[in-house]
Protein backbone atom coordinates (compact mmCIF):
# COMPACT_ATOMS: atom_id res chain seq x y z
CA UNK A 1 0.00 0.00 0.00
CA UNK A 2 1.82 2.87 -1.31
CA UNK A 3 -0.86 5.39 -0.66
CA UNK A 4 -2.99 6.05 2.07
CA UNK A 5 -5.22 8.49 3.57
CA UNK A 6 -4.27 11.33 5.11
CA UNK A 7 -6.70 13.88 7.20
CA UNK A 8 -3.66 16.51 8.50
CA UNK A 9 -0.07 17.14 8.60
CA UNK A 10 0.65 19.49 11.80
CA UNK A 11 3.82 20.81 12.01
CA UNK A 12 5.67 22.39 14.81
CA UNK A 13 3.36 19.87 17.40
CA UNK A 14 4.80 19.82 21.01
CA UNK A 15 2.11 18.03 22.69
CA UNK A 16 2.81 14.96 20.62
CA UNK A 17 6.01 13.17 22.28
CA UNK A 18 9.45 14.69 23.35
CA UNK A 19 11.13 17.83 21.23
CA UNK A 20 9.47 19.65 18.36
CA UNK A 21 7.40 16.96 16.06
CA UNK A 22 5.25 16.74 12.76
CA UNK A 23 2.19 15.12 13.56
CA UNK A 24 1.11 13.13 10.50
CA UNK A 25 -2.64 12.58 11.02
CA UNK A 26 -4.35 9.07 9.39
CA UNK A 27 -8.07 9.00 8.68
CA UNK A 28 -9.79 6.20 9.93
CA UNK A 29 -10.72 4.90 13.47
CA UNK A 30 -12.38 1.86 14.81
CA UNK A 31 -13.79 3.53 18.07
CA UNK A 32 -16.22 6.34 18.49
CA UNK A 33 -15.30 7.97 21.14
CA UNK A 34 -17.96 10.53 22.99
CA UNK A 35 -15.85 13.32 23.64
CA UNK A 36 -13.61 12.74 20.55
CA UNK A 37 -12.00 15.91 19.36
CA UNK A 38 -11.21 14.93 15.67
CA UNK A 39 -14.53 13.62 14.71
CA UNK A 40 -13.38 14.28 10.98
CA UNK A 41 -10.76 11.73 11.54
CA UNK A 42 -13.14 9.17 12.25
CA UNK A 43 -14.34 7.50 8.82
CA UNK A 44 -11.61 5.95 6.91
CA UNK A 45 -13.14 7.98 3.64
CA UNK A 46 -12.69 11.25 2.39
CA UNK A 47 -15.66 13.44 3.40
CA UNK A 48 -16.96 17.18 2.44
CA UNK A 49 -18.41 19.23 5.19
CA UNK A 50 -20.51 22.92 4.58
CA UNK A 51 -19.79 25.26 7.49
CA UNK A 52 -23.28 27.55 6.51
CA UNK A 53 -21.81 30.54 8.50
CA UNK A 54 -18.76 31.63 5.68
CA UNK A 55 -21.10 30.57 2.80
CA UNK A 56 -21.79 33.85 0.71
CA UNK A 57 -23.93 32.42 -1.84
CA UNK A 58 -21.83 32.45 -4.79
CA UNK A 59 -23.25 29.19 -6.47
CA UNK A 60 -19.70 28.41 -7.60
CA UNK A 61 -20.10 24.75 -5.81
CA UNK A 62 -23.40 24.58 -7.45
CA UNK A 63 -21.85 24.92 -11.25
CA UNK A 64 -19.07 23.25 -10.70
CA UNK A 65 -21.13 19.64 -8.96
CA UNK A 66 -21.41 17.72 -12.29
CA UNK A 67 -24.20 15.49 -9.78
CA UNK A 68 -26.19 17.64 -8.94
CA UNK A 69 -25.39 16.82 -5.49
CA UNK A 70 -25.59 20.60 -3.98
CA UNK A 71 -29.14 22.27 -2.59
CA UNK A 72 -28.17 25.74 -1.15
CA UNK A 73 -31.73 25.88 -0.24
CA UNK A 74 -31.15 23.39 2.75
CA UNK A 75 -31.24 23.81 6.20
CA UNK A 76 -28.05 22.43 6.81
CA UNK A 77 -25.71 20.41 4.83
CA UNK A 78 -26.30 21.26 1.27
CA UNK A 79 -25.41 18.01 0.20
CA UNK A 80 -27.13 15.23 -1.18
CA UNK A 81 -25.49 12.51 0.62
CA UNK A 82 -26.62 9.96 -1.79
CA UNK A 83 -25.14 11.78 -4.98
CA UNK A 84 -22.03 13.35 -3.66
CA UNK A 85 -18.91 11.07 -4.87
CA UNK A 86 -16.82 13.26 -2.21
CA UNK A 87 -14.30 14.29 -5.54
CA UNK A 88 -13.93 17.42 -3.88
CA UNK A 89 -14.15 19.59 -6.92
CA UNK A 90 -16.86 22.18 -5.50
CA UNK A 91 -14.39 22.78 -2.59
CA UNK A 92 -11.75 23.91 -4.87
CA UNK A 93 -13.72 26.55 -6.34
CA UNK A 94 -15.63 28.11 -2.57
CA UNK A 95 -14.09 31.30 -2.65
CA UNK A 96 -14.56 31.14 1.34
CA UNK A 97 -13.95 27.66 2.27
CA UNK A 98 -17.15 27.04 3.33
CA UNK A 99 -16.67 23.87 2.19
CA UNK A 100 -13.84 21.84 2.55
CA UNK A 101 -12.60 18.09 1.27
CA UNK A 102 -11.37 16.56 5.00
CA UNK A 103 -8.62 13.95 3.61
CA UNK A 104 -6.05 14.04 0.95
CA UNK A 105 -4.84 10.40 -0.72
CA UNK A 106 -0.96 10.57 -0.27
CA UNK A 107 1.72 8.26 -1.08
CA UNK A 108 4.36 7.29 0.94
CA UNK A 109 7.35 9.71 -0.56
CA UNK A 110 4.89 12.87 -0.58
CA UNK A 111 4.20 11.98 3.32
CA UNK A 112 7.98 11.55 4.15
CA UNK A 113 9.10 14.75 2.00
CA UNK A 114 6.93 16.77 4.11
CA UNK A 115 8.05 15.44 7.48
CA UNK A 116 11.83 15.61 6.22
CA UNK A 117 11.39 19.59 5.85
CA UNK A 118 11.73 20.11 9.34
CA UNK A 119 14.55 18.20 9.59
CA UNK A 120 16.61 20.61 11.28
CA UNK A 121 14.18 21.37 14.06
CA UNK A 122 14.16 17.62 15.31
CA UNK A 123 17.92 17.94 15.22
CA UNK A 124 17.41 20.80 17.42
CA UNK A 125 15.06 19.79 19.91
CA UNK A 126 15.36 16.27 20.21
CA UNK A 127 12.07 15.95 18.67
CA UNK A 128 10.77 13.74 15.34
CA UNK A 129 7.88 12.29 13.73
CA UNK A 130 4.25 11.28 15.43
CA UNK A 131 1.65 9.30 13.48
CA UNK A 132 -1.54 10.10 14.59
CA UNK A 133 -5.71 9.55 13.99
CA UNK A 134 -8.08 8.73 13.99
CA UNK A 135 -6.13 5.03 14.54
CA UNK A 136 -3.20 5.13 12.58
CA UNK A 137 -3.28 1.31 13.18
CA UNK A 138 -6.32 1.33 10.43
CA UNK A 139 -3.98 1.99 7.56
CA UNK A 140 -1.58 -0.08 8.96
CA UNK A 141 0.58 -1.43 5.65
CA UNK A 142 0.48 2.20 4.68
CA UNK A 143 1.72 3.37 8.41
CA UNK A 144 4.46 0.20 8.29
CA UNK A 145 5.72 1.81 5.15
CA UNK A 146 5.88 5.37 6.49
CA UNK A 147 7.78 4.02 9.86
CA UNK A 148 10.03 2.36 7.66
CA UNK A 149 10.84 5.34 5.89
CA UNK A 150 11.35 7.73 8.40
CA UNK A 151 13.48 5.14 10.31
CA UNK A 152 16.11 4.53 7.46
CA UNK A 153 16.20 8.19 7.42
CA UNK A 154 17.18 8.42 10.92
CA UNK A 155 13.84 10.38 12.11
CA UNK A 156 12.23 9.89 16.01
CA UNK A 157 8.85 8.14 15.34
CA UNK A 158 5.95 8.20 18.03
CA UNK A 159 2.85 6.43 17.32
CA UNK A 160 -0.38 7.89 19.39
CA UNK A 161 -2.43 4.83 18.97
CA UNK A 162 -6.04 3.46 20.87
CA UNK A 163 -4.50 0.16 21.04
CA UNK A 164 -7.48 -1.55 19.43
CA UNK A 165 -6.20 -3.54 16.99
CA UNK A 166 -4.97 -7.48 16.39
CA UNK A 167 -1.82 -8.20 18.17
CA UNK A 168 0.51 -8.77 15.46
CA UNK A 169 -0.17 -5.60 13.80
CA UNK A 170 0.70 -3.74 17.16
CA UNK A 171 3.60 -6.10 17.00
CA UNK A 172 4.75 -5.44 13.92
CA UNK A 173 4.57 -1.26 14.42
CA UNK A 174 6.69 -1.88 17.67
CA UNK A 175 9.95 -2.73 15.84
CA UNK A 176 9.31 0.45 13.95
CA UNK A 177 8.50 2.74 16.60
CA UNK A 178 10.68 4.40 19.13
CA UNK A 179 7.67 5.87 21.30
CA UNK A 180 4.16 4.55 21.95
CA UNK A 181 1.40 7.13 23.29
CA UNK A 182 -1.14 4.65 24.27
CA UNK A 183 -4.61 6.09 25.04
CA UNK A 184 -6.34 4.35 28.17
CA UNK A 185 -10.42 4.97 28.12
CA UNK A 186 -12.17 2.93 30.60
CA UNK A 187 -11.17 -0.03 32.86
CA UNK A 188 -14.69 -1.06 33.06
CA UNK A 189 -15.31 -3.28 29.93
CA UNK A 190 -19.05 -2.27 29.72
CA UNK A 191 -18.35 1.47 30.15
CA UNK A 192 -15.74 1.27 27.57
CA UNK A 193 -18.04 -0.09 25.12
CA UNK A 194 -20.95 2.13 26.00
CA UNK A 195 -18.56 5.33 25.24
CA UNK A 196 -16.40 3.85 23.04
CA UNK A 197 -18.39 2.00 20.65
CA UNK A 198 -15.58 -1.01 21.34
CA UNK A 199 -14.87 -3.56 23.73
CA UNK A 200 -11.65 -2.36 25.85
CA UNK A 201 -10.45 -6.26 26.53
CA UNK A 202 -8.05 -6.06 23.24
CA UNK A 203 -6.66 -3.00 24.18
CA UNK A 204 -5.70 -3.88 27.66
CA UNK A 205 -4.29 -7.09 26.75
CA UNK A 206 -2.49 -5.70 23.85
CA UNK A 207 -0.86 -3.05 26.46
CA UNK A 208 0.35 -6.14 28.52
CA UNK A 209 1.97 -7.72 25.62
CA UNK A 210 3.40 -4.73 24.41
CA UNK A 211 4.71 -3.80 27.84
CA UNK A 212 7.07 -6.84 27.82
CA UNK A 213 8.62 -6.02 24.29
CA UNK A 214 8.66 -2.10 24.03
CA UNK A 215 10.70 -0.15 26.51
CA UNK A 216 9.48 3.13 25.63
CA UNK A 217 5.55 3.30 26.16
CA UNK A 218 3.82 6.68 27.67
CA UNK A 219 0.11 6.00 28.69
CA UNK A 220 -2.36 8.66 27.98
CA UNK A 221 -5.56 9.09 30.07
CA UNK A 222 -8.01 11.40 28.67
CA UNK A 223 -9.91 12.85 32.13
CA UNK A 224 -14.06 12.62 30.92
CA UNK A 225 -15.85 14.38 33.47
CA UNK A 226 -18.62 11.92 34.83
CA UNK A 227 -17.40 9.60 32.78
CA UNK A 228 -13.75 7.63 33.68
CA UNK A 229 -12.78 10.48 36.19
CA UNK A 230 -14.58 8.65 39.54
CA UNK A 231 -12.09 7.04 42.26
CA UNK A 232 -12.78 3.68 41.22
CA UNK A 233 -11.46 4.02 37.61
CA UNK A 234 -8.63 5.80 38.37
CA UNK A 235 -7.12 3.29 41.10
CA UNK A 236 -8.25 0.59 38.56
CA UNK A 237 -6.04 2.09 36.18
CA UNK A 238 -3.42 2.93 38.19
CA UNK A 239 -3.53 -0.69 39.05
CA UNK A 240 -3.36 -1.73 36.13
CA UNK A 241 -0.37 0.51 34.76
CA UNK A 242 2.05 -0.59 37.79
CA UNK A 243 1.51 -4.07 37.73
CA UNK A 244 2.70 -4.04 33.90
CA UNK A 245 5.64 -2.43 34.80
CA UNK A 246 4.91 0.83 32.83
CA UNK A 247 5.76 4.57 34.95
CA UNK A 248 4.88 7.32 32.76
CA UNK A 249 1.52 8.65 32.54
CA UNK A 250 -0.11 11.57 30.93
CA UNK A 251 -3.56 12.94 31.70
CA UNK A 252 -5.11 15.12 29.76
CA UNK A 253 -8.26 17.60 30.78
CA UNK A 254 -10.87 17.19 28.48
CA UNK A 255 -11.88 19.91 26.35
CA UNK A 256 -14.33 21.79 23.96
CA UNK A 257 -12.47 22.13 21.29
CA UNK A 258 -13.68 20.43 18.11
CA UNK A 259 -17.43 20.56 19.25
CA UNK A 260 -18.07 22.77 16.05
CA UNK A 261 -16.72 20.22 14.41
CA UNK A 262 -19.57 18.00 14.95
CA UNK A 263 -21.87 20.54 13.05
CA UNK A 264 -19.57 20.24 10.05
CA UNK A 265 -20.05 16.31 9.80
CA UNK A 266 -23.45 16.48 10.66
CA UNK A 267 -23.17 14.49 13.64
CA UNK A 268 -24.78 15.26 17.28
CA UNK A 269 -22.48 15.94 20.27
CA UNK A 270 -22.95 13.70 22.84
CA UNK A 271 -21.46 15.72 25.77
CA UNK A 272 -22.92 19.43 25.06
CA UNK A 273 -23.02 20.06 28.67
CA UNK A 274 -19.96 18.66 29.87
CA UNK A 275 -17.27 21.04 31.81
CA UNK A 276 -13.94 20.54 31.84
CA UNK A 277 -11.74 19.52 34.66
CA UNK A 278 -10.34 22.54 37.34
CA UNK A 279 -6.78 22.30 37.80
CA UNK A 280 -7.87 20.81 41.23
CA UNK A 281 -9.77 18.16 39.44
CA UNK A 282 -6.74 16.92 37.44
CA UNK A 283 -4.34 17.32 40.99
CA UNK A 284 -6.72 15.14 42.73
CA UNK A 285 -6.23 12.42 39.90
CA UNK A 286 -2.52 13.23 40.21
CA UNK A 287 -2.16 11.81 43.76
CA UNK A 288 -4.42 9.18 43.04
CA UNK A 289 -1.71 7.68 40.13
CA UNK A 290 1.17 8.52 41.82
CA UNK A 291 -0.04 6.27 44.69
CA UNK A 292 0.82 3.57 42.23
CA UNK A 293 4.66 4.96 41.95
CA UNK A 294 3.84 6.31 38.68
CA UNK A 295 5.25 9.55 37.10
CA UNK A 296 2.23 11.47 36.40
CA UNK A 297 2.24 14.19 33.95
CA UNK A 298 -0.42 16.67 33.69
CA UNK A 299 -0.94 17.47 29.74
CA UNK A 300 0.38 16.24 26.33
S1 LIG B 1 -17.77 16.64 -3.56
FE1 LIG B 1 -18.02 16.43 -5.80
S2 LIG B 1 -19.91 15.28 -6.05
FE2 LIG B 1 -19.91 16.04 -3.94
S3 LIG B 1 -21.02 17.96 -4.02
FE3 LIG B 1 -18.86 18.48 -4.28
S4 LIG B 1 -18.53 18.51 -6.50
FE4 LIG B 1 -20.47 17.46 -6.13
S1 LIG C 1 -19.02 28.11 -3.34
FE1 LIG C 1 -18.85 28.29 -1.13
S2 LIG C 1 -19.54 30.39 -0.66
FE2 LIG C 1 -20.22 29.93 -2.76
S3 LIG C 1 -22.33 29.14 -2.50
FE3 LIG C 1 -20.97 27.38 -2.51
S4 LIG C 1 -20.53 27.01 -0.32
FE4 LIG C 1 -21.35 29.09 -0.49
Redesign the pocket.
Known sequence: MNKGTVFNIQKYSLHDGPGIRTTVFLKGCPLNCWWCHNPESKALAKQ?TFTKKLCIGCES?LN???????DLSRENS???RG?????????EVCPTNA?K?LGKEMTVAEVVNEIEKDRVFYEESEGGVTFSGGEPLMQHDFLYQLLKKCKQKDLHTALDTSGFTDWHILEKAAKLTDLFLYDIKHMTNEKHLKFTGVSNAPILSNLQRLALVHSNIQIRLPIIPGINDDEENIVATGEFISAIGLRNVSILAYHHTGVDKYERIEEAYKLPNTLEPTHDEMQRIARILEAFRLIVRIGG
Do not use: P, Y
Open positions: VCRCENNAIIFDKCKRCGSCSIL
